[in-house]
């Protein structure tokens, strides 16, 4: 397979990546004969990006000619059922610096990408969710495949055991501190939006726990599930490719 990569810093005006764990490169290439775009590290309003600078990259795939975006996060469990390790197929968000005037979307609207209001309640793919629970149980993923709410805060500190509870109670599966900017612009534009998030750590619920959130466990969460992940999303590639409906 025939790759092309360039590094963030050679690609004029684009952010660069700041995480540990994030490349940093935009890769153009076939996943199974499908044309793809892959960005190796992604952008957070922790980094100091202005919420715009972070969603950038959606609108140059747009650009692009690209129809379907699938994103992948990794997130605390605030959902009492889940296991680290699972993944959840998210199915809704919350969005919590949105509530607070926070929106990639805020300042002029640039009617060329999208209108000025537009419509969430449809954001994420409904039918790429059941292909994706189709695949993933033809794989034997379903012990560990949920459908979940996930919600994004401005990190990078993580969440205080009160604050987990608050968005248990409001309906968060799961928290983290990407994606859904990304999904708004995505969206706004007209692209297809499937995302998925690694259930990485499981939030701190309780006073009596001794357990902490950190980012070696999200590494190496992520390093343990990467086979899985990989194969469930080629897989729900190639059935767009294969599929008319989707393709
Ligand atoms: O996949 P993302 O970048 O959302 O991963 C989360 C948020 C932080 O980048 C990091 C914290 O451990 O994990």
């Not at 004029?12 to 290439?29: D, I, K």
């Not at 969440?159 to 799961?174: P, Q, W």
């Not at 992520?222 to 599929?243: D, F, M, P, Y």
Request: hydrophobic share 40%; glycine share 10%; proline share 4%.
């Amino acid at each position: 397979m025939r790759i092309v990569a360039f590094d963030y810093r050679d690609i004029p005006n684009f952010p660069q990546s700041t995480v540990h764990g994030h490349a940093g490169r935009l890769v153009f290439g076939t996943l199974k004969g499908r044309p793809c775009v892959c960005m190796q590290g992604r952008f957070h309003l922790y980094e100091g990006y202005p919420i715009q600078k972070i969603t950038m990259p959606m609108r140059i795939f747009k650009l692009l000619g690209v129809e379907t975006v699938i994103l992948t996060n990794a997130a605390g469990g605030l959902n009492q059922d889940y296991k680290v390790g699972d993944i959840m197929i998210i199915k809704d968000h919350l969005n919590m610096p949105g509530f607070a005037g926070n929106n990639p979307l805020a300042g002029p609207n640039n009617e060329r990408f999208g209108v000025r209001f537009p419509c969430m309640s449809d954001a994420y793919d409904r039918e790429l969710q059941q292909l994706a629970l189709d695949v993933g149980s033809e794989l034997g993923y379903s012990d560990f495949l949920r459908e979940g709410v996930y919600c994004v805060l401005g990190g990078p500190s993580f969440e205080t055991i009160a604050e987990c509870r608050m968005l248990h109670k409001l309906g968060a599966d799961a928290v983290g501190m990407s994606t859904v900017h990304e999904v708004i612009v995505a969206r706004h534009c007209g692209m297809r939006v499937f995302a998925l998030s690694l259930i990485t750590n499981e939030a701190v619920m309780d006073y009596d726990s001794e357990e902490k959130a950190n980012h070696e466990e999200v590494l190496q969460t992520g390093k343990q599930r990467a086979e899985q992940l990989e194969r469930l999303v080629s897989t729900v590639v190639t059935r767009i490719e294969h599929n008319n409906n989707f393709a």
